[in-house]
T-cell receptor, first 112, second 114 residues
Framework: GENVEQHPSTLSVQEGDSAVIKCTYS??????FPWYKQELGKGPQLIID?????GEKKDQRIAVTLNKTAKHFSLHITETQPEDSAVYFC???????????FGAGTRLFVKA | DVKVTQSSRYLVKRTGEKVFLECVQD?????MFWYRQDPGLGLRLIYF???????EKGDIPEGYSVSREKKERFSLILESASTNQTSMYLC?????????????FGEGSWLTVV
């Protein structure tokens, strides 16, 4: 079946460094790729998303890139801060969110 | 802001008990979902509903059922709780669109079955 692979499972960076999380999806019909951040004790919240007709999207320190040919998409966080420490999930979706497939998550630690 | 509210944050239940997890959303979303979150396994879809009284099985429906009597409310039912159902449960909602759309999550319900 369809799946989304996410790497790494754990990432530790020094404050101020960049962090990159990568995902690969299998369903070529996927056309929407959201990223969610989950802080301790809370539900995941959308932080950025990209649709299949766009190759890159940026929002302040966060950017996402998409390579549809290779079925890869990545999250880039620049100038990391301790409050960026959380679990990040990538996802790939088709129509209506019914077939949203989540990656296994990346636990990001930002050391002050 | 979209608000998805899960009524119980922390529950401890005994094996064999019937458990109800309640979820309400305030954005008039058509779609509602129940996910289960376990370490290393990500988010797995249990059931979803795209309309009142409609339900569809997700990836891991065994041992669960759902109820959607009103548009804003979606309940997850564990008919006979077992220890392997100890987990965090997340309710979510989204609009009905032709293309993929953002899923809004609740804060989660931590269930321990002893």
């Amino acid at each position: 079946g369809e799946n989304v692979e996410q790497h790494p499972s754990t990432l530790s960076v020094q404050e101020g460094d960049s962090a990159v999380i990568k995902c690969t999806y299998s369903d070529s019909a996927s056309n929407y790729f959201p990223w969610y951040k989950q802080e301790l004790g809370k539900g995941p919240q959308l932080i950025i998303d990209i649709r299949s007709n766009v190759g890159e999207k940026k929002d302040q320190r966060i950017a996402v890139t998409l390579n549809k040919t290779a079925k890869h998409f990545s999250l880039h966080i620049t100038e990391t801060q301790p409050e960026d420490s959380a679990v990040y999930f990538c996802a790939a979706s088709t129509t209506g969110g019914f077939k949203t497939i989540f990656g296994a998550g990346t636990r990001l630690f930002v050391k002050a | 802001d979209v608000k998805v509210t899960q009524s119980s944050r922390y529950l401890v239940k005994r094996t064999g008990e019937k458990v109800f997890l309640e979820c309400v959303q305030d954005m008039d979303h058509e779609n509602m979902f129940w996910y289960r979150q376990d370490p290393g396994l990500g988010l797995r879809l249990i059931y979803f509903s795209y309309d009142v009284k409609m339900k569809e099985k997700g990836d891991i429906p065994e041992g669960y059922s759902v109820s959607r009597e009103k548009k804003e409310r979606f309940s997850l039912i564990l008919e006979s709780a077992s220890t392997n159902q100890t987990s965090m449960y997340l309710c979510a909602s989204s609009e009905k669109r032709k293309r993929g759309d953002t899923i809004y999550f609740g804060e989660g319900s931590w269930l321990t079955v002893v």
